[in-house]
């Protein structure tokens, strides 16, 4: 009909579809939609595109890109006056920080969007800054912190009647019963979250891996570690597949299969330095105990 603005619209809402239900191969039409709001001179739509394009790079590991993509988006928000959706995409910024290992630098990012959020009573864009907060406490071993920022998270987003936040909130504190040394309480909780969003399911069915090898059932482990990986495959998600290698390389010690943790190791180390990830922030879970604290860890491996 030659309505260009319900066109831009239609192709920016058809790509965020397709990638959230794991066909990102078919979410081609955003660059079309940008260029629309160009020509239309519409800033705000234009910093939607640009997080939106920003996050397909994400998930298929093209970090750098990534974060020009959101660098764009957020300095086209704060061209319309609007600081609070600024922060809000400068969140997307410091969650690839984050999986970079830059936890400092993350950090910082989070802590100014939680001080913009409040200050202008925005519990969306604070309830998400808390949510980034929480996982790197739980990255630095501090659960009890963790514990105390993604529970915050997950009331308001709650509050708000946000389920599909408050699954992805669920799939962090499973991981931080992990964290907290309770496999039983992790696998519990990855069992009453829901996977209506392919994207989580990598995530999902490693920690169920990881519980069931933490309470010594191997073949269980295995099952759910191999499950991970297809579906992380299957979505080219580079750094869900990495993270999942990384425990299938400690469980192949465990089993004594050396060979095989050598070539996933190959793979593991290969997208750690794709997707630009210092090493010493590569802190998965260990899933060695008493049975096996002979056998080397994956980092000694990688040594």
Sequence with gaps: SGNLRAEAHARFILDWAYVVLGKSELAVHSRRSLEIYEELGDLDRQAGVL????????????????????????????????AVEAAFIACNIGEVLTEQGRLAEAESVFHDALRVARAAKKPYVAASALQRL???????????????????????????????DVSEVDVLLAECHLVAGDPEQALALVADTSAANPTRLPALERTRGRALAALGDDAGARDALESSLTEAREQEALYEIAQTLDVLVTLDLRDGDVASAEQREAEHSALLGRLGIQPEADRQIDLTDERTSDLPTAAALRT
Excluded: C, P, V
């Excluded at 298929?60 to 764009?72: M, N, P, V």
């Excluded at 739980?138 to 514990?147: H, I, T, V, W, Y």
């Excluded at 915050?152 to 509050?159: K, L, V």
């Design 134 to 164: 929480g996982r790197i406490a739980m990255l630095r071993s501090d659960s009890d912190r963790a514990f105390e920022l993604l529970r915050d998270a997950r009331e308001q987003f709650e509050t708000m009647k946000n389920a599909d």
């Design 51 to 82: 997080n939106n394009l920003g996050g397909f790079a994400y998930y298929e590991g093209r970090w750098h890109d990534a974060i020009a993509l959101y660098e764009q988006a957020r300095d086209a928000r704060l061209r319309t006056g609007n």
